[in-house]
T-cell receptor, first 116, second 113 residues
Framework: AQKVTQAQTEISVVEKEDVTLDCVYE???????LFWYKQPPSGELVFLIR??????QNEISGRYSWNFQKSTSSFNFTITASQVVDSAVYFC?????????????FGRGTSLIVHP | DAGVTQSPTHLIKTRGQQVTLRCSPK?????VSWYQQALGQGPQFIFQ???????QRGNFPDRFSGHQFPNYSSELNVNALLLGDSALYLC????????????FGPGTRLTVT
């Protein structure tokens, strides 16, 4: 069984602060995909990143960066110099590949509130 | 380039009724997946349609069924509605399977009273 844990239910920061959203996953597969999505109040999930289990390189995209560590089964997401527009619920998700299903499991999400 | 569209935006139904939700995928996409998102939870995968057939299914009862049309648009049908079916229903489209990048629509908010 696969499982995704986002232990932080809600994080509140002031604009320009850096913030890290944690994601810990469980899987028996050696081949899998990890995702992060952003869900603003409008409800539409916005794809942010996909990593496969064989690519542990950290990635940076503008103010966003991701730290993938297989040794600790974590895929954490950092926003640098947060902005009010970053306020949203962020979901981490896992898709197992070896079973052939690819069915994604989402975490319960972390609500990020950025105050001006 | 139109993204994923869903209709209706909101819907209120009574227990025992049936409901149909609709989704048009992003231009060029051939695969549609449906998710149920209860309040305060992450999305849960219902099923995926490709080439007009159900290709993958999550842990949902047979009351949940779907269809994909030749133009790749899709419908989600839920029969014998229960109060617990109240949720945001999200449609996602992709080119290829679930490991591909999925584009989500704004969702349909279903309330069952």
């Amino acid at each position: 069984a696969q499982k995704v844990t986002q232990a932080q239910t809600e994080i509140s920061v002031v604009e320009k602060e850096d913030v890290t959203l944690d994601c810990v996953y469980e899987t028996r597969d050696t081949t899998y995909y990890l995702f992060w999505y952003k869900q603003p109040p409008s409800g539409e999930l916005v794809f942010l990143i996909r990593r496969n289990s064989f690519d542990e390189q950290n990635e940076i995209s503008g103010r966003y960066s991701w730290n993938f560590q297989k040794s600790t089964s974590s895929f954490n997401f950092t926003i640098t110099a947060s902005q009010v527009v970053d306020s949203a619920v962020y979901f981490c998700a896992l898709s197992e590949v070896e079973q052939g299903s690819y069915i994604p499991t989402f975490g319960r999400g972390t609500s990020l509130i950025v105050h001006p | 380039d139109a993204g994923v569209t869903q209709s209706p935006t909101h819907l209120i139904k009574t227990r025992g009724q049936q409901v149909t939700l609709r989704c048009s995928p992003k231009s060029g996409h051939d695969t549609v997946s449906w998710y149920q998102q209860a309040l305060g939870q992450g999305p849960q995968f219902i099923f995926q349609y490709y080439e007009e057939e159900e290709r993958q299914r999550g842990n949902f009862p047979d009351r949940f069924s779907g269809h994909q049309f030749p133009n790749y648009s899709s419908e989600l049908n839920v029969n014998a509605l229960l109060l617990g079916d109240s949720a945001l229903y999200l449609c996602a489209s992709s080119l290829g399977g679930l490991g591909s990048e999925q584009y989500f629509g704004p969702g349909t908010r279903l309330t069952v009273t």
